[in-house]
């Protein structure tokens, strides 16, 4: 995985904003690919969250794949 890359996320984060599923953009590289920070937008692309996550938390996205939303808004 490389900067700019799309990527899902494979776990919850701990704070519970961020959630199994969510796509985010890998910012930078870390440690040669053993950790990565990775930001999260909403749709009109307002920043959500910049994580530093390791590489078993997040994949690539497939090709396969189609996007979901939900409703920041609606958390709880």
């Not at 937008?41 to 090709?63: C, D, F, K, N, Y």
Request: glycine letters at 8%; aromatic letters at 6%.
């Amino acid at each position: 995985m490389n900067e700019f890359d799309l990527v899902v996320l494979q776990e919850d984060t701990a704070n519970g904003r961020l959630r199994v599923g969510d796509v985010g953009t890998i910012l930078t590289v870390y440690n040669e690919g053993k950790g990565f920070e990775v930001e999260f937008v909403t749709l009109t692309g307002e920043s959500v969250a910049v994580e530093t996550l390791l590489a078993h938390q997040i994949r690539p996205v497939r090709s396969s794949e189609v996007l979901a939303v939900r409703d920041m808004a609606l958390q709880e």
